[in-house]
């Protein structure tokens, strides 16, 4: 699950101001948590709480109102009562990646994807984009091979998967659909040579860069041993009420 936090705060200074080379520096002044990295701590709290899903989501866009949220996401989590609101968006991936270390079984962890996302993200591609990289992230950390875990998730969700990041980095702009960016970070961590190598082909595409590294990071660090320092450089980022969440939840249910 760091491997997502990671991939969020390098890619969270590049989401306004894209790049389309994967020379650039690892870590700025500027980079930080936003979103992604609340979002997928608060699911990692239900998690270890038993708590409901929903509930979570809300209480950690309290806590953190200004991290970057969507404009429906911000809507649906100011009323308790809100019902899901068929959003296709890539939020419902970008969250998902304690799913994969919480699951003991391929069904469990497509069963917990689908559950955190149709919490708001109840669109069929939205549900997708969950299971795809939940999956991804726990064959990865099963010990499947790259090509298994890409013909696995391309068999089940029907993504195509088949192109590569310099065939689309000139013409790729900002899409936070599922399906206009799930396909794009599980491509960067098939070409990635190490866990670094993966963050930096998913940025250099442009786009929306954070939650597309956050999402390749999740099946990289599952897949990948992590730089010590990189490692360190992250969690020095985070504030104590999420390095808490983490550190609990990495004590539980393993890294």
Known sequence: MIGA?????????????NIKTKDFPLFQRASRFTDDTVLTLALADAYLHE???????????AWYPRAGYGALFKSWAADPAAPPYNSFGNGAAM???????VARSREAVLQLARD??????????????AEAIALATFLARSGA?????????????????????????????????C?????????AFREGE??????????????????????????AGAFYPIPAAIDREARGRLDERLTGVLALFEGRFGT
């Open 179 to 187: 399906q206009g960016s799930v396909p794009q970070a599980l491509v």
């Open 116 to 129: 955190s996302a149709a919490v708001t993200h109840n669109h069929s591609e939205g549900i997708k984009g």
């Open 194 to 219: 190490d866990f670094e190598d993966v963050l930096r082909g998913a940025i250099s595409i442009g786009g929306d860069s954070d939650t597309i590294a956050c999402m390749a990071g999740s099946v």
């Open 145 to 177: 091979s790259k090509a298994e875990v890409m013909t696995s998730v391309a068999d089940y969700t029907g993504y195509d998967l088949g192109f590569s990041l310099a065939d689309i980095r000139d013409g790729y702009f900002f899409d936070a659909t």
């Open 51 to 61: 708590r409901d899903v929903a509930a979570c989501f809300r209480r950690f866009c």
């Open 95 to 101: 969250r998902v990646s304690a799913a994969a270390y």
């Open 5 to 17: 936090i990671i991939g969020d705060i390098v890619g969270s200074v590049y989401e306004e101001a």
